[in-house]
Structures are given as structure tokens and as C-alpha cells.
RNA sequence: GGGGGUGCGCCGGAGUUGGAGAGCCGGGCCAGACUGUAAAUCUGGUGUCUCUGACUGAAUAGGUUCGAGUCCUAUCACCCCCA
């Protein structure tokens, strides 16, 4: 994996950069669509291409390792092949799943005993199949096996997991390193950062994560609940920590005002569900703000969803998608979802383009609020 | 025209052997939540008011009773059968 960097702000620590993977090109900063079965939610792969323009997508070891199984995933050549999506993908190790289904598992140096959220199976994660189920998936990118600690959480905990979460580090990359790439493809591993909200450890766990010469670092147990301005204080103390040379990824973030933020903070890459989970629960975002287009109000509103948004936005009016979203119709979904990712490959998209102007912080202040703002 | 049956919330069900209903279930509708997707999910509201509490309410009008959504009478509406 290569990564430039093009531009720099001057009044923040925003950066445009490119990536080149084997499967292409990726210009950052960058918005990654969430399909963590090998699927967004609701769009095909050439509207994906075509209509959104995405670059790179998400998809989670966890779930293709429990459904459709490693040997289909396999015996189809790699995700690549398996879902046609011939462009970058990143796979998730299953690390937030260990938040996530929290009832289900249990935790100890070696791994993560849990039980399958379909059947009920019982199944067993370490640091080493993890890695083996990501190389054999076949992403570009392949994520470290953490602990997304839950917010609240306790000093001593967090501590606890945070250097367990190391120490899985340590040998995710041994066993990263003793393996050959399945299919030929080269393929890059990405530790990340832990330490809840406590400064302390989030710089113990950014010096930890530099130290291990990765190409790209990322960020995680981050907006799981915690006040934002604890989220951006943390991630701030982060990027000035890791490499600046390299990518950073702040996992699971956010709200198009939280992106924004994160970017002048030095982040290059999001992915979030957000926008197609809102989108089929009726959420719209643009650049005037939030409309919930289930409210009463759009009824009988004949415009254009979104006039600065993409075909789709242009195309369906208001009155309609909330017509199909409240006859809970598939296709009040898929406009919804198209929209949203539009919006975002926008946000990010525009935002690059003020890095490169030198214009981003200025323009950032002037944006967020706006897109803050309930229609 | 005669006989029988049924009437309560926006809708559909359930239920009430004369004994505390603003009240069960589902739907609709109105809102809200959602951040590395156990989520086309979840939560709340949905008679009126001066709203931490009151008031009105079981088709309508009477009646019996300590007490009526429940029993009686009349009227109205709808459904079924006969002519």
C-alpha cells in the first residue's frame, strides 16, 4: 500500500491524500459505506459505483465467517470475486462484535469464546484466526482483533483490556506476517488504538500503535456513547501521536459534523452506518441539515428530495420516498440509502477539495452547524 | 312488512357470570432514538382540560338497581333470515 499526501490545511491538520491498493485508487479523506455482510444494505454494487462513486467499502470477518462460511468466501476466489466488487475493501475483525453482542461472549487472554448470533454455536476468535479469517476473505485492508470497551467504563478495566488488546496486537501481526496473501493480492494490517476516554492510556495505546510500523493506524472505541467533545478530545491526543505519514482511521465515525471535525483533527478515513441505517429509518442528510422524512410536514412537498444531491436525490421527491418509507416499501430504502451515501461521498469529496484550496478550516466552521440543523 | 342479531378509542380483534375501565392485543397515525450493522429496528404518544391532577366516556334517550358497558323500554344505524 502507498500513501501520499497531496495537501495540507493551513489552520488545521486536515489532509487530502491518495492510497493505492491493488484493487485501485483511494483519495482521502475518505467516507467507507458499511456492507459488513459484503453487501450495503440496500444498494447494488453499480449504483455503489456509479451513482455514489465510492472507493472503498467495509466488510466484517465476523459475520461472512459465521454466514455464508470461510469455505464459500474461499472456493469463490475472495470477497473480490465472491461479491463482484472488484475496488478496495476493509474488512472488521469482529473487534466491535466483542462490544456489541456483549451478552453472547466470553473474554480471556487467549480470545473470545462466543456464541453465534444466528444459532447460538459456539465459536472462538483469537488474535491468529482472525487474521486467518481476514486473509482468506481477501480485503485490502485487514483489521487488528481488539476490544471495543464499552463507555462507561472503569480505569482499571479499560487499562486491562487496553494492554491485552497489545499484546492480541502482537501476535495478529506475528501471524500476519507468516502468512501469504491467499489470492496474490497484497494486503495490509491496521492496528488500533484503544484506551476509552482516559488521555493516559489513549497515549500509552497511540505510542503502542505507532511503535508497531504499521501502514495504516486506526482509532476505535470511540463513539460508543461518550460526549462528543470527549471524542474529539481523545482523537486530537491520538493524531498527534501516530505517524503523520500515515493513514488514520477513526473507526466507526459519524454524524456529517463529526467527520468534518475529525478531519481537521488529522483523520483520513471513516466508515459509520449512519447513513444507510438512518436512511432506512427515514433519516435524510444534506447540507441544510437533517430531515426525517416520515415528519407530516413532507406529505404533500412535491420537491426534489435533495436539488444539490445526487440523480436520485434530484429525481424523487419529498412526498414520495415518504410515501414508500411509510408503506415500509424496499424502495423508499434504497432511495433513502442512495441518497445518503451520495451526500457523504460529497461531504467528503468537497472537503478534500477546501484542503487542497487551503480553505477547509475556514469553511468547516462555517459548514458544521449548518449540518447540524433539524429540517 | 315480519323475525333474529350487533352497536365503546382512528381501524380490526379480545374481553366484561350486574361490582374499580380513559382500558388489553394488533394495525394505522404522530413523534423520538440510532455512530468499526443481532437494527426495513427500537421507544414513546394517540378522548378533553386550566395536564404532578381532574373531567367526560360503552350508538341516542329514558328506566330498574347500593351499583349498568352488562338488565328493561323506546329510537337510530348496520348485518342476517323470511315475505
Known sequence: MQFSILATDFNSNARAGIMEFSHGYVETPVFMPVGTIGAIKGVS???????????????????????PGMDVVQSAGGIHRFSTWNKPILTDSGGYQVYSLSPIRKI???????????????????PENVIEIQMKIGADIIMA??????????????????????????????????TQPY?????????????????????????????????????GGLSVGEPVEEMYAMTSLVC????????????????????????SLGIDMFDCVLPTRNARHGLLYTWEGVINIKNEKWRND?????????SWSRKYSRAYLRHLVQ????????????????FYQDLLRVARRHIIEGTFRIWKDKTVPALEQRL
Open 108 to 126: 480471556s487472554e487467549e480470545g473470545v469464546h462466543f456464541r453465534s448470533h444466528i444459532d447460538g454455536s459456539p465459536h472462538f476468535f483469537s
Open 240 to 263: 498527534d501521536i501516530l505517524s503523520k505519514e500515515k493513514p488514520r482511521y477513526l473507526m466507526g465515525v459519524g454524524t456529517p459534523a463529526n467527520i468534518l471535525e475529525s478531519i
Open 183 to 219: 489470492y496474490g493480492d497484497a494486503q495490509v494490517l491496521a492496528p488500533i488504538v484503544q484506551g476509552s476516554t482516559f488521555a493516559e492510556l489513549r497515549k500509552i495505546s497511540a505510542e503502542y500503535v505507532t511503535a508497531s510500523g504499521m501502514p495504516l493506524n486506526a482509532i
Open 45 to 67: 454494487h453499480e449504483t455503489l459505483a456509479e451513482v455514489i462513486g465510492a472507493q472503498i467499502i467495509l466488510a466484517n470477518a465476523y459475520h461472512l465467517y459465521l454466514r
Open 327 to 342: 408503506s415500509n416499501e424496499i424502495l423508499g430504502a434504497m432511495i433513502a440509502s442512495v441518497h445518503n451515501l451520495c
Open 145 to 178: 482483533f481488539d476490544e471495543c470497551t464499552p463507555w462507561p467504563c472503569t480505569y482499571d478495566y479499560a487499562e486491562t483490556s487496553l494492554h491485552r488488546t497489545h499484546r492480541w496486537l502482537d501476535r495478529c501481526h506475528a501471524h500476519f506476517e507468516n
Open 302 to 310: 412535491h420537491n426534489a428530495l435533495d436539488e444539490q444531491g445526487c
